[in-house]
């Protein structure tokens, strides 16, 4: 099993260009999420999705879109990239069927916007 | 609303001492969960340890043991007889029975354990 893969590993945007961040599951989980991860601030939630065709904001939303059309991919767009999305971006997934069970994460996505 | 408090920024020791790495949390949920991960240097991150909201019970693994106390909403993660490959950021997170058991992390602690 592959687990959770990311695509790109590393991205470099302008500002204004528009991107998708792939986030891939062979696990059968329901659940998927996306953080961002900032020096000082921890992961903050994005979005996630309790299943397809299901998702729902978290603490940082703005500037980012998600859809969930089948059980396998959550992409993570960015509509018009700002400097203020230069982060690590993080997808995880999880059973949600038994929910103290752990996220799965994926490697990361390194994204600077010049 | 949730929330996960990582009140400690940064830590350092030398090793072989012991350490405690502070979490509080705040949720209004009856039914929840709280993980600690690890993210070593590489970036990777690394499930640590889950407990749900009906079981205090500390537990200990090897080297590192946790305390859960409701009655103060802590969930503290104790190095004991640190090492250089202890040195990482450690997050405490949050899950709960309500927003489809979305996941809270804390802003994390790094630990620098010098030899």
């Known amino acids: 099993n592959a687990g959770v893969t990311q695509t790109p590993k590393f991205q470099v945007l302008k500002t204004g260009q528009s991107m998708t961040l792939q986030c891939a599951q062979d696990?059968?989980?329901?659940?998927m999420s996306w953080y961002r991860q900032d020096p000082g601030m921890g992961l903050r939630l994005i979005h996630y999705?309790?299943?397809?065709?299901?998702?729902d904001q978290g603490e940082v939303p703005n500037g980012y879109n998600v859809s969930r059309s089948t059980t396998e991919d959550f992409p993570l767009r960015l509509l018009s990239a700002a400097p203020s999305q230069t982060s690590v971006y993080f997808c995880?997934?999880?059973?949600?069927?038994?929910?103290?069970?752990?996220?799965?994460f994926g490697d990361g996505t390194r994204l600077s916007i010049l | 609303a949730q929330k996960v408090t990582q009140a400690q920024t940064e830590i350092s020791v030398v090793e072989k001492e012991d350490v405690t790495l502070d979490c509080v949390y705040e949720?209004?949920?009856?039914?929840?969960?709280l993980f600690w991960y690890k993210q070593p240097p590489s970036g990777e991150l690394v499930f640590l340890i889950r407990?749900?909201?009906?079981?205090?019970q500390n537990e200990i693994s090897g080297r590192y043991s946790w305390n859960f106390q409701k009655s103060t909403s802590s969930f503290n993660f104790t190095i004991t007889a640190s090492q250089v490959v202890d040195s990482a950021v450690y997050f405490c997170?949050?899950?709960?029975?309500?927003?489809?058991?979305?996941?809270?992390f804390g802003a994390g602690t790094r630990l620098f354990v010098k030899a």
């Open positions: 995880a997934s999880s059973f949600r069927g038994a929910p103290n069970q752990p996220q799965h």
């Open positions: 696990m059968n989980h329901e659940y």
């Open positions: 997170a949050l899950s709960g029975d309500t927003g489809g058991f979305k996941t809270i």
């Open positions: 999705s309790v299943g397809a065709g299901i998702t």
């Open positions: 949720t209004r949920d009856t039914t929840y969960y």
């Open positions: 407990r749900n909201s009906f079981d205090e």
